[in-house]
């Protein structure tokens, strides 16, 4: 069974903070993982997506991957008040998914308070 | 900026009943899919569609699910018989190519009730 697990919080920063979401993925094979942010009764948005080892800065935002400890982070800088929502981490199936079927974690939901 | 679009936005149908949920993925995508998300629980895949055929499906797409490309730009997942626990959150997502880097992009979803 293919999974992703994160802590699904309520995490709860003041405005201007660093946010940190964590994730871990069973999957060796995947290769690809995403961020997506969900605002409550919405679909999922893209934030970025992270397929090499190391960092990935875009903007306020930077995605880090270990594959070898399996993990990926997303950490955002300065905080606001509309980044509280739900964020997603998904990771692109690997082998034996022909077509990119994500599995997704449960969600972190974070709260930005001003 | 081009779209994923769903209809209806909310369905409610009574058990048993047979629903259709439509889908336009953006014009220039190749490889479609559908996920649900049960309220409160994470978005699982059902379905992966590419060349007019199902390319992959979960173990939760049963022989009460079937997907269509009507026409050039739909995309339709039908449900023949649904049941209480098909209610939630259904999103149709696309994408352009195959490569790993590529995302999916996801349309607002229909909200599905079954009483």
């Known amino acids: 069974q293919k999974e992703v697990e994160q802590n699904s919080g309520p995490l709860s920063v003041p405005e201007g903070a660093i946010a940190s979401l964590n994730c871990t993925y069973s999957?060796?094979?995947?290769?690809?993982f995403f961020w997506y942010r969900q605002y409550s009764g919405k679909s999922p948005e893209l934030i970025m997506f992270i397929y090499s080892n190391g960092d990935k800065e875009d903007g306020r935002f930077t995605a880090q991957l270990n594959k070898a400890s399996q993990y990926v982070s997303l950490l955002i800088r300065d905080s606001q008040p509309s980044d509280s929502a739900t964020y997603l981490c998904a990771a692109l199936g690997g082998r034996g998914s022909t077509l990119g079927r994500l599995y997704f974690g449960r969600g972190t939901q974070l709260t930005v308070w001003p | 900026e081009p779209e994923v679009t769903q209809t209806p936005s909310h369905q409610v149908t009574q058990m048993g009943q047979e629903v259709i949920l439509r889908c336009v993925p953006i014009s220039n995508h190749l490889y479609f899919y559908w996920y649900r998300q049960i309220l409160g629980q994470k978005v699982e895949f059902l379905v992966s569609f590419y060349n007019n055929e199902i390319s992959e499906k979960s173990e939760i797409f049963d022989d009460q699910f079937s997907v269509e490309r009507p026409d050039g730009s739909n995309f339709t997942l039908k449900i023949r018989s649904t049941k209480l626990e098909d209610s939630a959150m259904y999103f149709c997502a696309s994408r352009t190519r195959r490569t790993s880097a590529d995302t999916q992009y996801f349309g607002p979803g229909t909200r599905l009730t079954v009483l």
């Open positions: 999957d060796r094979g995947s290769q690809s």
